[in-house]
């Protein structure tokens, strides 16, 4: 028994050397790995660069008039355009004028052939001349008649005969006159004259060809006056107004070309249900018609603490902005508002900021928090305002 006991008490003090030197290893190793820590912390912060910054890539945050408006897109039309048709059948001659040549009002752009029409001219016109002699002859019956008459020798029934036969005389003569001016305008119309000015968008017939009364010859566009034609919801519509403003992107034009809204149609569109409103663009150089065109159109002003969209970042599940706090970077977590435009640049209202801090804009990029910057040498620290 008294060996049993041994046993035991052996085994027990085994088994808490062991235990006790397990904690010491553990101890050892616990104590290792935070050496190895702080010594990384402290190499990462002896090596932690400096960011500089510049003058531009801070901002202010400072109450501005944002414009909010509504987003419209489509592609710009000129105001003024026009087919040219073929207002007689014949053969199309003399055509010279391609895509992109400038004409001018009233200029020829081609002829159908005259031939015929011109040989109906001078039938229409020989038989007007024929009915204005029947003409002279029923008027000098007429005289005739009238005369004898007043002496007695013939009835007055003979007299009215002579006088309804001078007034169908007239009025062939009248029909006659009419059907050569129908034919003169026939030969008119087989010139074709540019009825504005402007440049030849398309050719849609070649000299030679047979043309149909109504075809279409060329497209003539004046870009002096171009459009764009915004299809809105009848929501949105409510509150546009002929007058108000719009900033435009267009298709490769680096800056926001203005405009104004024209005119807003009365009627929605069937099926869409949309009001097409129209803006027009003010004058620019080398606006073409069909190019794409995108911007907002301002339909209200509100004065708010705002940023540029692009300083605030997204990344995060709740946005924020890197805001210089002394000489490190902070993310301060802030809540969104109205967007709208100032100067043309997006905006966009937010909360959660004091007046007067200074953040970093979007060109600079995301920085951790804590991030060590400074203004490069000879930039002043005053930040940029919008």
């Known amino acids: 028994m008294q060996n049993k006991m041994k046993r035991w008490i052996q085994w027990g003090l085994l088994a ?41 890539d801070v901002l202010t945050l400072q109450t501005v008039e944002l414009t909010r408006g509504l987003p419209v897109s489509g592609t710009l039309k000129a105001v003024n355009s026009a087919f040219v048709k073929a207002r007689v059948a014949g053969e199309l001659q003399g055509m010279t004028v391609r895509e992109g040549d400038a004409v001018r009002a009233g200029q020829i752009i081609a002829r159908i052939d005259p031939t015929e029409y011109e040989a109906r001219l001078r039938q229409a016109q020989l038989q007007a001349d024929a009915a204005k002699a029947q003409i002279d002859i029923a008027q000098r019956q007429y005289d005739n008649n009238k005369a004898l008459v007043n002496q007695g020798f013939i009835s007055r029934t003979a007299l009215d005969t002579s006088q309804a036969s001078l007034n169908g005389a007239r009025a062939s003569y009248e029909a006659a006159a009419a059907a050569a001016d129908v034919a003169r305008k026939s030969l008119s119309d087989s010139v074709l004259k540019a009825p504005m000015s402007g440049f030849v968008s398309q050719r849609l017939a070649q000299p030679g060809e047979r043309m149909a009364v109504d075809a279409k010859i060329v497209e003539i566009v004046d870009l002096s006056r171009m459009e764009l034609e915004a299809a809105l919801s009848a929501a949105d519509s409510v509150g546009v107004r002929v007058g108000q403003q719009a900033q435009l992107q267009v298709e490769g034009y680096a800056q926001p070309v203005p405009a104004r809204v024209a005119r807003i149609n009365p009627s929605t569109q069937a099926g869409s249900r949309s009001v097409l409103v129209y803006l027009q663009l003010k004058p620019v150089p080398g606006l073409r018609q069909g190019l794409f065109v995108e911007g907002t159109l301002g339909t209200d002003r509100l004065k708010t603490p705002a940023l540029p969209l692009l300083a605030v970042r997204t990344d995060k599940p709740v946005p924020y902005v890197q805001v210089v706090d002394g000489e490190q970077v902070r993310h301060v977590s802030v809540t969104l508002g109205a967007r709208g435009q100032v100067g043309g640049e997006d905006m966009v209202a937010v909360s959660g900021l004091g007046e007067g801090a200074r953040v970093l804009a979007g060109s600079v990029g995301p920085l951790r928090e804590g991030t060590l910057v400074r203004y490069t040498a000879g930039q002043t620290a005053q930040p940029q305002t919008r």
Do not use: D
């Open 16 to 56: 808490l050397v062991v235990v006790l030197l397990a904690l010491g290893i553990l101890r050892a190793l616990s104590a290792r790995k935070a050496q190895q820590a702080a010594l990384a912390e402290q190499t990462a912060r002896g090596a932690q660069a400096v960011v500089e910054l510049t003058a531009a």
